[in-house]
């Protein structure tokens, strides 16, 4: 019997590449999935195409832009109306973006996005989550967040806090997007250590280059052609992704950053814990909640 029977899934960035490829191995495990893309019509596509593999998969579109707040309550208003848990959150959605813009919420897109959308629909998931465990917390939900290594040399990327919207001096995706993969390990581990004692554990993962990534269309370059061309394909970078999902010896594992199945470290402002706790006290004050 499949090892996801009877359990919910729901997966952001689910309309392409990595967050498709995790969404489909998922629903091959058994689990319903909720597919969540941009539009409602991009997840509708990739439901399809996620059938053409799996053709008894039981999904379900939902329609969310992460890089607005609105969107994320009214998509979570809709999951929690016709579901009562959850078992396993899958953050896979993200930006490169090459020019600077700004979201309704005033917030640089990359920002709002690769950060505080992973920060705000998690949290407004949380009572789902952990209702996904079971009364008896026999069960363990599962965070995984899709992130990325940082350079640990003595250029270790860090979070400038007094520009977290990349304002100041000149934008480049190069200066915005490593310090917002940083955050998103920030976030996993003060996750983790807000739900120690709970059934519900959060991982982080690297999964290196990821080939065909839509997700570097806007930047193109050397650096498109190097991921196109040395990178894995979604079906292998989703290994881990699935294993820390799904596997029973993933259960108790929480706070961590994984590549390969392998633990990796985390170094420079990623252990410092002042910075994960300043990094989610503005996230509190920039998503307004109490």
């Not at 000149?170 to 200066?175: E, G, H, N, Q």
Request: net charge positive; charged share 25%.
């Amino acid at each position: 019997m499949p090892s996801m029977n009877g359990r919910t899934a729901l997966v952001t960035g689910a309309t392409g590449g990595l967050g498709k490829a995790i969404a489909t191995e998922l629903a091959r495990e058994g689990a319903s999935v909720v597919v969540v893309g941009r539009s409602a019509a991009r997840a509708e596509d990739a439901i399809r195409d996620i059938r053409a593999k799996e053709p008894n998969a039981v999904l379900e579109p939902l329609a969310c832009d992460l890089s607005s707040q609105a969107s994320i309550r009214s998509a979570v208003d809709g999951f929690l109306s016709r579901h009562d848990k959850l078992d396993v959150l899958v953050n896979a959605a993200g930006v490169f973006r090459k020019e600077r813009h700004v979201t309704p919420d005033g917030l640089e897109l990359t920002f709002a996005t690769n950060v505080m959308g992973y920060f705000l629909l998690t949290n407004l998931l949380l009572d789902a989550l952990k209702r996904g465990g079971g009364a008896d917390g026999a069960r363990t939900s599962r965070i995984v967040n899709i992130a990325s290594k940082y350079s640990g040399g003595p250029s270790t990327t860090k979070i400038d806090f007094d520009d977290l919207q990349t304002a100041k001096g000149s934008y480049s995706y190069l200066r915005a997007t490593p310090p917002t993969m940083l955050g998103r390990v920030l976030l996993t581990q003060e996750f983790a250590e807000r739900l120690r004692g709970s059934n519900v554990v959060v991982n982080a993962v690297h999964p290196g280059l990821v080939k065909h990534t839509a997700l570097l269309q806007d930047v193109g370059g050397p650096f498109r052609w190097m991921t196109n061309t040395f990178g894995a394909t979604a079906e292998k970078a989703a290994d881990t992704p699935v294993w820390l999902a799904t596997a029973p010896e993933t259960a108790a594992v929480s706070g961590k950053l994984w590549a390969k199945r392998k633990e990796l470290p985390t170094p420079g402002m990623g252990s410092d814990p002042a910075a994960r706790k300043r990094l989610w006290e503005e996230c509190t004050r920039l998503a307004k909640i109490l």
